[in-house]
T-cell receptor, first 109, second 115 residues
Framework: RKEVEQDPGPFNVPEGATVAFNCTYSNSASQSFFWYRQDCRKEPKLLMSVYSSGNEDGRFTAQLNRASQYISLLIRDSKLSDSATYLCVVEAAGNKLTFGGGTRVLVKP | DARVTQTPRHKVTEMGQEVTMRCQPILGHNTVFWYRQTMMQGLELLAYFRNRAPLDDSGMPKDRFSAEMPDATLATLKIQPSEPRDSAVYFC?????????????FGPGTRLTVT
């Protein structure tokens, strides 16, 4: 089993709709969690850090479920510009970072 | 707007040649990371420096890859000799060294093709 797993998608989302997807992690000692966004042929960019049980930033909401070992990202009122690959990052003890394979989201008019 | 810079942006070379990639982290950042991204393997951590000292290079093939930080403004990743399987995008990222190492800023990457 991979340390960090994501559904590769793509998630085809009508503009204005809500989309949510998860990231599961295997190391129960993981301490910090992050979502990055990567556009095609571009570098990853930090989207959100996930604090305690979760946090919200505008249309984006991240949640952490430690019992089930997953984090989720929810995007409300999807925009065409939200089309990207969303990478989940898990930080374990010793600052060891593991990236998920990414979930591709396509927002269509 | 502070950014991580990487050179070259693109590199095409023949098998067996040496490749050197350079990275200038954001001024004031004290952690530097090298990643490799391919379609098959996704994003893989190759090396990690804090205050110019290497902390983790377990993801790096030691026989041909080397990573250094000659000074706080320059990180290098070398491949010698290069092989076709090294073809990938190599990203450098820097961080402030805060409690959360996962908060990183990536450079635009070096797209390497080894023929």
């Amino acid at each position: 089993r991979k340390e960090v797993e994501q559904d590769p998608g793509p998630f085809n989302v009508p503009e204005g709709a809500t989309v949510a997807f998860n990231c599961t992690y295997s190391n129960s000692a993981s301490q910090s969690f992050f979502w990055y966004r990567q556009d095609c042929r571009k570098e990853p960019k930090l989207l959100m850090s996930v604090y305690s049980s979760g946090n919200e930033d505008g249309r984006f909401t991240a949640q952490l479920n430690r019992a089930s070992q997953y984090i989720s990202l929810l995007i409300r009122d999807s925009k065409l510009s939200d089309s990207a690959t969303y990478l989940c990052v898990v930080e374990a003890a010793g600052n060891k970072l593991t990236f998920g394979g990414g979930t591709r989201v396509l927002v269509k008019p | 707007d502070a950014r991580v810079t990487q050179t070259p942006r693109h590199k095409v070379t023949e098998m067996g040649q040496e490749v050197t990639m350079r990275c200038q982290p954001i001024l004031g950042h004290n952690t530097v990371f090298w990643y490799r991204q391919t379609m098959m393997q996704g994003l893989e951590l190759l090396a990690y420096f804090r205050n110019r000292a290497p902390l983790d290079d377990s993801g790096m093939p030691k026989d041909r890859f080397s990573a250094e930080m000659p000074d706080a403004t320059l990180a290098t990743l070398k491949i010698q000799p290069s092989e076709p399987r090294d073809s990938a995008v190599y990203f450098c990222a820097s961080g402030s060294g805060s409690k959360r190492e996962g908060e990183q800023y990536f450079g635009p990457g070096t797209r390497l093709t080894v023929t």
